[in-house]
């Protein structure tokens, strides 16, 4: 069956990074987009971005350019999410999830909680 | 970026009513890139429809989405007890990716 393993909770003070990861089993990892959404306390999802296991590629959302890297190991079928210059407003629930082939997300992650405080 | 509203807000019905939710689009999404998520408190979203209304695998037949250009709608056509949860609609047609606010249904 698929799943996706998130990394655990992180607390990160402001100015610092963070870097979650997401691995997946129970499908072709190379064969599916990888995505990455967040969502604040009591907010609606937020689009950060996706990665192609396959080359690496990835595309960001224009609001955190400069800021998000997105990262592949394709020997472990694991991506990674790293936010740098972290603020308070970071603070989120962030989610991998994968691609469908027919178009949304169709499996997620349990999500991973990242608290930026000082 | 095409901004998704969502109303209403809140719906409050009760078991065995229908429900319409709507989502609305700032510019047209085309080729119906439009999906629609369910989530309960502290849980991932959960992809219901993807292409506006093609049910994901597993999703009962209860639940059915229409639209096109920049309407569209999910249609819960008689409410379960599991079924009282928020909804969300996404656009995955232009980049970047982009979700509504959503639409909370709650017993009445």
């Known amino acids: 069956q698929v799943q996706l393993v998130q990394s655990g909770a992180e607390v990160k003070k402001p100015g610092a990074s963070v870097k979650v990861s997401c691995k997946a089993s129970?499908?072709?990892?190379?064969?599916?987009?990888s995505h990455w959404v967040r969502q604040a306390p009591g907010q609606g999802p937020e689009y950060l971005g996706l990665?192609?296991?396959?080359?690496?590629?990835?595309i960001y959302a224009q609001k955190l350019q400069g800021r998000v890297t997105m990262a592949r190991d394709t020997s472990t079928s694991t991506v990674y999410m790293e936010l740098s210059s972290l603020r308070s407003e970071d603070t989120a629930v962030y989610y991998c999830?994968?691609?469908?082939?027919?178009?949304?997300?169709?499996?997620w992650g349990q999500g991973t909680l990242v608290t930026v405080s000082s | 970026e095409i901004v998704l509203t969502q109303s209403p807000g809140t719906l409050s019905l009760s078991p065995g009513e229908r429900a319409t939710l709507s989502c609305r689009a700032s510019?047209?999404?085309?080729?119906?890139?439009l999906a629609w998520y369910q989530q309960k408190p502290g849980q991932a979203p959960r992809l219901l429809m993807y292409?506006?209304?093609s049910r994901a695998t597993g999703i009962p037949d209860r639940f059915s989405g229409s639209g096109s250009g920049t309407d569209f709608t999910l249609t819960i056509s008689r409410l379960e007890p599991e079924d009282f949860a928020v909804y969300y609609c996404?656009?995955?047609?232009?980049?970047?990716?982009?979700f509504g606010q959503g639409t909370r249904l709650e017993i009445k």
């Open positions: 999830a994968r691609g469908g082939i027919s178009g949304g997300l169709d499996y």
């Open positions: 129970g499908y072709s990892f190379t064969s599916y987009y």
């Open positions: 990665i192609n296991p396959s080359g690496g590629s990835a």
């Open positions: 510019q047209s999404v085309d080729s119906g890139y």
């Open positions: 292409g506006a209304s």
């Open positions: 996404q656009q995955y047609d232009s980049s970047p990716q982009t």
